[in-house]
């Protein structure tokens, strides 16, 4: 059941252990608000590759591109629940902590936010980019997803 969710979401092992990473990097921090920003423009920054990566998808393939607000809309609401997400957690740390101290949970669910996010960032430049550390990357990446789906692409091809 996990595995499919992390499937569906794509938040495979790799994306999972960027963010374990950044979020134990940023637990050592002591201000919350510099990752707040940081969080924010990693955000921007997956969107503004994603759609740039939209439009190369299309012209590789001849076809029109569109712009979807659909998935400006998604990129919105998950922002929203990020920013949810180190609200709470900042809360929560507030309220465990003794005497006006501060657990950093919330700096290391922004930290974890921003390692995602940052892997969502290469994902795309993959994509977009020919230049060799992204073809290693995209192949990489290509591995990966065919290991989970336990199936190659080209089979899936066949099938449709």
């Known amino acids: 059941m996990v595995a499919e969710f992390l499937s569906h979401y794509n938040m495979y092992c790799t994306k999972i252990c960027a963010g374990i990473f950044a979020g134990i990097a940023a637990s050592f921090t002591n201000d919350l608000m510099p990752l707040f920003v940081i969080v924010l423009m990693f955000e921007v920054a997956d969107f503004g590759t994603g759609v740039w990566k939209s439009a190369v998808v299309a012209k590789r393939n001849h076809k029109q591109f ?8 998604r990129t919105i ?23 006006g101290e501060r657990w950093r949970l919330a700096n290391y669910m922004t930290g974890f936010l921003c390692g995602v996010e940052m892997w969502s960032v290469l994902e795309n430049a993959a994509v977009i980019s020919d230049h060799p550390v992204f073809k290693w990357l995209r192949k990489f990446m290509k591995f990966k997803v065919e290991d989970k789906l336990g199936m190659k692409f080209e089979d899936a091809k066949k099938e449709d």
């Open 66 to 73: 569109a712009f979807q607000s659909v998935k400006a809309w």
């Open 77 to 99: 609401v998950k922002l929203a629940l990020m920013l949810l997400v180190i609200f709470l957690s900042e809360m929560l740390g507030k309220t465990l902590a003794e005497d």
